[in-house]
């Protein structure tokens, strides 16, 4: 039905595009001509005004119609989850980080850093000489 009413719409645009070209404007645009028509210049002038009306109405016709079928199926959702909290899944390779009970990342970087380096130096150290 979609497809259907796209094809339409597309239809419509092209010839809706096609006598706006040909219609007379201030500076002539592409429907002047040599005089040898088969309709007058009045005569044509209110047939492409008509045409371009009737194809006129037609496109915002269809374009109504595909985006009302658009959201036809649409269901309305809140943006505030109203599930079960995601669960965290344990990352692939090594052991489990565990979240710190108390403090802030820096607090947990600096006991990581006291577990590791109990043998390192507390503050800077002059050179040496050998």
Known sequence: MQTVVIIIH????????????????????????????????????????????????????????LSWYAGYDRKPSSIIGTGA???QQQPAGGTPMNAPTSGG???SLKKADEQQGQQAPSGPQAPRSQ
């Open 10 to 65: 597309l239809m419509i645009v092209a010839v809706l595009i096609g006598a706006v070209l040909l219609q007379k404007s201030e500076g002539g645009g592409l429907g002047m001509g040599g005089g040898a028509g088969f309709m007058s210049s009045r005569g044509t002038a209110n047939l492409l005004t008509r045409t371009t009306a009737i194809l006129a109405v037609g496109f915002f016709i269809t374009s109504l119609f």
């Open 105 to 107: 990342i820096l607090d």
């Open 85 to 87: 909290p995601a669960q």
